[in-house]
């Protein structure tokens, strides 16, 4: 069962009056009806809902891979909705990691490189403070032998353990996890979540996951269900 | 290494097999062009090369007769207001030959870009040998200036005589080989010519080969004074052989000794115009027809760059939601165009000198405008920055709009599609 909000928790990324249309002429679709939504930094905050309702939708928008239609979104108090791509791009490199149902991991590079891949983009640190910080990681995934593999040699489970670490990698203020374990076993979906929910709190950054399970829901701090387009608690 | 570079390498083996081919293209565009280039341009360097060893960069012969509107302009006072009358080249008259060819040679030698000035006299002939008669043209010349303006000196081959017994015999003569052929006359036989009613005995000296048949047919080289005695030309020239220190300022230099000196001038460009447009004809044509080699590589990168995307597109809506801008995408694929274009001219430029060497290498037998037993190439820095620049212009163009399409995706839409 969820645990009860932490109320002095800092607001790591908020949305108002969230629209989106998706489609066109007949085929267009109001997918969100006036979301609005906050999450905070140190807790797990699941939305669930039935297929189609709006859940990715929603968490595409608060990624700023998607622009709404009307409303607006906050990270970390900056309103970003309106920005220009090249903001919403460098605001997704230093402030947004995401982990995908399907794992995204570039193929032709090791998991090394995987994770290495967000830090080169920021630039923050030297290419042996890279190497350090993802071998770290992937240690913390349980992944720490297997750096140097490609990620076809990989299994599904431990490409996507690779991918939260990559997610951390720039030790976003907010992870956005689009059903991270809908592709995998009971096992493997327990392993991924623990690891994303305790290494999100440890290094207190908010975490906003998309899932169909139940069980994953139930063991966040907060579950926000959707229908049709809104939130409905 | 740039993060776009390590990204556009390991894209690189992606699609391998269709990435060879067009590497291969290139490769294969880039040499072939090169090939072509030095060959064309080497028979038309070599063709320079005659004709400038032949008949000089510059050559002055026909007197320019001033018409009436150009003496009342020449006629004016000092100080007097000044008007120049230009008449139309094509109108004007000319008299025959130089009439003070001494002066004009000293007036020529003062021109800073003059090396060497002949002073030649011209007349018709029949030779004739104990074997038969022929047509021929006497020039009459000082050796030693006109080995200044020509490659006279090269032309005498070994085992067919020498210079110093030409210069060393007053009744020598320097005869072209296919004269001789015709005549059978060999060094050291003895001949008549016959110029009007005049008719005296000389002696081969050498025989000279410039590989232009219409000029080893027709040429008889004499001594300027014994020339004049022979065509009964006992003052004046029939042109002037003028050579060069920069061979492609001919054309400005030919303009300026006209307008000074007066007589019709021209240059080995004007004289040759027709040979070397057809070169030139040749060497575009022959450029035009290897660039689809290059142009069909191009196509079959920009096809693989195509592919690379719609296959990419997960990996460019990643890299998009981890920061990485559109430009950084775009980057990416014009890297991967820039590392076959690299590749593809290096390997060009080996596969070119390569075979640019081999068909120097080739035994060919060319007589008529020149004479070479084998092929004829110029090794040019220009012809590999063409070849790089025509290879850059259609590898790049085949990169850019793959990599515009790659970053004007939206990493949103392509995630969702995955999820659904």
Same mark, same amino acid.
């Given at each position: 069962m969820s645990a009860p909000i932490q109320a002095g928790a800092k607001v790591a990324l908020r949305c108002e009056g969230l629209h989106r249309y998706l489609g066109q $002429?007949? $085929?267009? &679709? =109001? &997918? @969100?009806?006036g979301v609005s939504f906050e999450a905070r930094s140190g807790q797990v905050t699941a939305i669930v809902g039935p297929s189609g309702c709006g859940k990715s939708t929603t968490l595409y928008l608060l990624g700023l891979l998607d622009q709404p239609d009307g409303g607006s979104i906050w990270i970390r108090d900056q309103l970003m909705s309106n920005s220009s791509d090249l903001d919403r791009t460098a605001a997704r490199c230093e402030h947004i990691g995401f982990v995908f #149902?399907? =794992?995204? @991991?570039? #193929?032709?590079?090791?998991a090394l490189d995987n994770v290495m891949m967000p830090m080169r983009k920021l630039g923050r640190l030297t290419e042996e403070a890279m190497v350090a910080r993802a071998q770290s990681l992937l240690k913390d995934v349980g992944l720490g032998e297997k750096g140097h593999r490609l990620a076809t040699q990989l299994s599904g489970g431990e490409q996507q353990r690779v991918a939260v670490a990559r997610a951390l990698a720039n030790q976003p203020a907010i992870i956005l996890a689009d059903e991270?374990? $809908?592709?995998?076993d009971v096992k493997n979906s327990g392993l991924v979540f623990d690891l994303l929910t305790r290494l999100a709190k440890e290094n207190g950054q908010a975490v906003v996951l998309v899932t169909h399970n139940p069980d994953i829901a139930n063991r966040c701090d907060e579950i926000r269900p959707m229908r049709d387009g809104e939130f409905v608690k | 290494m740039s993060t776009n570079l390590r990204i556009a390498l390991r894209f690189l083996t992606a699609r391998k097999r269709s990435m060879l081919m067009s590497l291969a293209g290139i490769i294969f565009g880039v040499g072939f062009f090169i090939v072509t280039q030095a060959q064309t341009s080497g028979f038309e360097q070599f063709f320079i090369r005659t004709i400038l060893g032949t008949n000089g960069a510059i050559r002055i012969e026909d007197k320019i007769q001033d018409t009436i509107f150009a003496m009342a302009a020449a006629g004016h006072d000092a100080g007097a207001s000044k008007f120049e009358v230009r008449v139309d080249r094509s109108a004007r008259k000319y008299i025959e030959g130089v009439e003070d060819p001494a002066l004009l040679a000293e007036a020529l030698r003062k021109f800073r870009n003059v090396a060497g000035v002949s002073t030649v006299v011209e007349g018709s002939v029949i030779a004739d040998s104990s074997f038969k008669n022929d047509s021929a043209k006497v020039y009459g010349i000082n050796l030693d200036d006109h080995l200044v303006v020509s490659d006279l000196a090269a032309q005498v081959?070994? %085992? !067919? %005589? !020498?210079l110093e017994d030409f210069r060393s015999t007053p009744q020598g003569v320097l005869l072209g080989k296919v004269l001789a052929d015709r005549l059978q006359l060999v060094v050291g036989d003895s001949f008549t010519l016959q110029a009007g009613t005049e008719q005296r005995r000389y002696r081969v000296s050498a025989i000279y080969s410039t590989g232009v048949s219409d000029i080893d047919k027709v040429r008889i080289y004499l001594h300027l004074g014994e020339a004049r005695s022979l065509l009964k030309k006992t003052a004046g020239a029939s042109f002037i052989q003028v050579a060069l220190f920069d061979r492609d300022r001919a054309p400005q230099d030919a303009v300026q000794m006209e307008e000074v000196l007066r007589h019709s001038t021209k240059s080995w460009q004007e004289r040759e115009e027709s040979w070397l447009q057809a070169f030139k004809a040749l060497q575009i044509s022959a450029a035009l027809t290897v660039s689809t080699i290059i142009l069909i590589s191009g196509l079959g990168m920009f096809n693989t760059l195509a592919m690379i995307v719609i296959e990419k597109t997960k990996e460019i809506a990643i890299l998009r939601s981890m920061g990485y801008t559109r430009r950084d995408i775009s980057r990416i694929f014009i890297w991967l165009g820039a590392i076959v274009l690299v590749i593809g001219t290096i390997g060009g430029w080996g596969l070119g000198a390569g075979v640019t060497y081999g068909v120097s290498k080739m035994p060919i037998r060319i007589r008529g405008i020149f004479s070479a037993d084998s092929f004829q190439v110029s090794w040019n820095i220009w012809h590999y920055v063409v070849a790089t620049v025509t290879a850059a212009v259609v590898v790049m163009t085949a990169a850019v709009i793959p990599a515009r399409r790659a970053a004007r995706l939206e990493p949103g839409d392509i995630i969702r599609g995955t999820s659904q």
């Open positions: $002429g007949e $085929g267009r &679709v =109001h &997918v @969100l009806r #149902q399907f =794992h995204f @991991l570039m #193929q032709e590079f090791s991270p374990t $809908g592709n995998l | 081959q070994r %085992g !067919s %005589g !020498s």
